[in-house]
Nanobody, 123 residues
Framework: QVQLVESGGGLVQAGGSLRLSCAVS????????VGWFRQAPGKEREFVAC????????YYADSAKGRFTISRNNAKKTVYLQMNSLKPEDTAVYYC????????????????WGQGTQVTVSS
């Protein structure tokens, strides 16, 4: 079993920054990729970014490119999402999840999910 706990969400003004963390426990290897998704009220959950277990390659949604950076610390079993230049449309609950695939760009590729952390960007 895998447990994921997100942290770092909060309220920030437009143009500000936040760093989300995803702590993974229950795994004994680093052979899993981790993705970040978000879900705004009334909208479907959407892919934000993921980082591959094979070579730490990052992948981003178009909305995140140039503003968000995903990284991982295998020793700490933690994945980070640095979010800069935040916009009101980034407001959502952010979830992290793990997959055994090299990369996963859709939610159904992921097996385990955290409970989410709220990010609110005010204009």
């Amino acid at each position: 079993q895998v447990q994921l706990v997100e942290s770092g969400g909060g309220l920030v003004q437009a143009g500000g920054s936040l760093r989300l963390s995803c702590a993974v426990s229950g795994r004994t290897t680093s052979s899993y990729s981790v993705g970040w998704f978000r879900q705004a009220p009334g909208k479907e959950r959407e892919f934000v970014a993921c980082i591959s277990w094979a070579d730490d390659s990052p992948y981003y949604a178009d909305s995140a490119k140039g503003r968000f950076t995903i990284s991982r610390n295998n020793a700490k079993k933690t994945v980070y999402l640095q979010m800069n230049s935040l916009k009101p449309e980034d407001t959502a609950v952010y979830y992290c999840a793990t997959t055994s695939y090299h990369i996963g760009l859709t939610a159904n590729a992921y097996e385990y999910w955290g409970q989410g952390t709220q990010v609110t960007v005010s204009s």
